[in-house]
């Protein structure tokens, strides 16, 4: 199946959320999103299983919308990031909701992975910890079959027993042959099972971060030979210091880079790999440029 997003725009009232937003899902892969609070990660996630609507763009699967094409709705499974729907039912009720859409739910994996997980189907879902009711969740949208799957903040505030079940569960979902599209704050367990992560800005870009046409964010660790120089280049947003050693993250070219670092006052330098948090960081520190 082609999964593809396309110039996906959102605005609420006179704030742009998603700006022309357009990349591509593959089964069998895990993609992450990643970016600040308030930065989109919902409402791109939202626009694309239909809660919301697009100003403009498109969700594609095969080259059909959900627009156009209801039905398709079927091969898509969302995840919020509370799965509080049902907390005045029971969770024995959550596959009746589910078969509405879903008419190949699987109903045998959805209560052996109950009883897997001890969660009570008898008990009243609002009895469950938030770390119960994720599991909970992901077990249900497994269960419906759905081949491009929608994971919102899954590991926020999980504790690591729980983290550790609900990445086997995505990594079991990706082996499957399933398009996994999650977003996160935890950023390190993220990276470790993601096989493409995208960075969505608060102003509503997204960043592949393992695109080396688009993204030139360098990490570089400068000794300086008395001090550390501050703003000595609009490119050079300084993350760390101490004493005589700076760590900077620049937005720059390689010839441009270069230049950066030709001064006399820099006693020696190494470049790093940067890791996705640091994007947190660029950001933040263009804001305050």
Not at 126 to 146: E, H, M, V, W
Not at 150 to 176: Q, R, W
Not at 185 to 214: M, P, R, V, W
Request: aromatic share 10%.
């Amino acid at each position: 199946m082609k999964i593809r997003a396309n110039n996906i725009k959102k605005s609420f009232d006179d704030k742009m959320v998603l700006d022309n937003i357009s990349f591509d899902l593959e089964e069998g892969m895990i993609t992450g999103l990643v970016g600040r609070n308030g930065s989109g990660k919902t409402t791109l996630l939202k626009c694309l299983c239909g809660i919301y609507d697009m100003d403009h763009g498109s969700f594609d699967l095969d080259g059909k919308t959900l627009a156009k094409h209801p039905k398709l709705i079927k091969n898509i499974g969302f995840l919020s990031d509370r799965f509080d729907y049902f907390n005045y039912y029971k969770v024995e009720n959550i596959p009746d909701f589910y078969r509405v859409i879903y008419d190949g739910f699987d109903t045998s994996f959805f209560f052996d992975e109950l009883k897997r997980q001890k969660i009570d189907a008898n008990k009243n879902v609002r009895n469950f910890s938030k770390g119960q009711k994720n599991i909970l969740g992901l077990i249900t949208i497994l269960s419906t079959g759905a081949r491009v799957l929608l994971i919102d903040e899954i590991l926020d505030g999980m504790d690591v027993l729980n983290k550790k079940e609900i990445v086997s569960y995505l990594l079991d979902a990706k082996d499957s042959g399933k398009a996994v599209f999650a977003s996160s704050h935890e950023l390190d367990q993220l990276a470790g099972i993601c096989d493409y992560i995208y960075y969505l800005t608060i102003d509503g870009k997204l960043i592949n971060t393992s695109d080396e046409n688009i993204n030139k964010l360098k990490k570089v660790q400068l000794v300086f030979k008395n001090e550390v120089k501050r703003g000595f280049a609009k490119e050079m947003i300084l993350i760390n210091e101490i004493g005589r050693v700076a760590t900077f993250l620049v937005n720059a070219s390689d010839s441009r880079l270069k230049e950066l670092l030709d001064r006399e006052d820099i006693a020696q330098y190494d470049i790093l790999t940067p890791k996705i948090e640091d994007y947190f960081y660029l950001e933040r520190g263009q804001e305050n440029a």
